[in-house]
């Protein structure tokens, strides 16, 4: 017991893994209160769920402010990447580098529509909002790419395995987010705007496990998640 809470404290003290609990919560919470929401016949379990989507609602907001503060962080992670000279796959280098600047261009893009909701700046957050999540989609898809595309670089079998197990978790973790971007695009694109609050809840908070569990897994065994250093959501 005492293991456990010293680890969760371990983990909330970090920004990242503050940033993972936070996610994880807010889509519970969404999860939980889009299910209990649909129980019309209940009305105390009905309330419930109307406060849990609202605290999601809240914990989202959190986490956009927060990520006001990614820019430079992301910035160096791509200035150390550069054209990824180090990688002697050209087409994996090629999805890194797209990967990197869909990445870099979000935070703008997103900050610029919080800002225009908060009435800080005059412009209309639509269009905003709808390109950071353009953005977002892009990232996951190449990420998805680069996790399918990457082979097994380690002779040792137990590496390889461990290798295959993070890249497997990546591509499951950025398709269940996909599946939320594609939700939040204008109506008429593929199922975009038909998921209710439940299931954009279950995909978010599938892909929130799975980010828990590749932080426990790197701060072990350092697994490269091909999308690790993407934690945004709309």
């Known amino acids: 017991m005492q293991e456990s809470v010293e680890s969760l404290v371990s983990l909330l003290e970090s920004y990242r893994g503050r940033?993972?609990?936070?996610?994880?919560?807010?889509?519970?919470?969404?999860?939980?209160?889009?299910?209990?929401?649909?129980?019309?016949?209940?009305?105390s379990s009905s309330q419930l769920g109307k406060r849990l989507l609202l605290l999601s609602a809240q914990l989202s907001h959190?986490?956009?402010?927060?990520?006001?503060?990614?820019?430079?962080?992301?910035?160096?992670?791509?200035?150390?990447?550069?054209?990824?000279?180090?990688?002697?796959?050209?087409?994996?280098?090629?999805?890194?580098v797209l990967n990197n600047i869909s990445d870099q261009l979000y935070y703008p893009c997103e900050h610029i529509a919080?800002?225009?909701?908060?009435?800080?700046?005059?412009?209309?957050?639509?269009?905003?909002?709808?390109?950071?999540?353009v953005l977002w989609g892009t990232s996951l898809l190449l990420g998805i790419l680069r996790s399918g595309a990457s082979g097994g670089g380690s002779p040792r079998r137990s590496e390889l395995c461990r290798q295959m197990r993070g890249e497997l978790l990546s591509i499951l973790s950025s398709m269940a987010d996909?599946?939320?971007?594609?939700?939040?695009?204008?109506?008429?694109?593929?199922?975009?705007?038909?998921?209710?609050?439940?299931?954009?809840?279950?995909?978010?908070?599938?892909?929130?496990?799975?980010?828990?569990?590749?932080?426990?897994?790197?701060?072990?065994?350092?697994?490269?998640?091909?999308?690790?250093?993407?934690?945004?959501?709309?």
Not at 25 to 42: F, H, M, N, P, W
Not at 67 to 78: C, I, V
Not at 82 to 92: C, I
């Open 178 to 234: 996909l599946s939320n971007a594609i939700h939040w695009m204008p109506p008429g694109f593929l199922w975009a705007g038909r998921f209710p609050n439940w299931l954009v809840g279950l995909m978010g908070t599938i892909s929130s496990l799975i980010g828990l569990i590749q932080m426990n897994s790197s701060s072990s065994d350092q697994l490269d998640g091909s999308s690790s250093h993407t934690y945004s959501d709309s």
């Open 62 to 96: 959190c986490r956009t402010v927060l990520r006001l503060f990614d820019d430079l962080s992301m910035l160096a992670y791509s200035h150390s990447y550069g054209f990824g000279a180090s990688e002697e796959d050209t087409g994996l280098r090629w999805i890194s």
């Open 19 to 43: 940033d993972k609990v936070i996610r994880t919560v807010c889509y519970g919470s969404q999860l939980v209160g889009g299910l209990l929401s649909r129980q019309a016949d209940t009305k």
């Open 114 to 133: 919080w800002a225009a909701d908060a009435e800080l700046i005059k412009a209309k957050s639509d269009k905003w909002w709808l390109l950071s999540t």
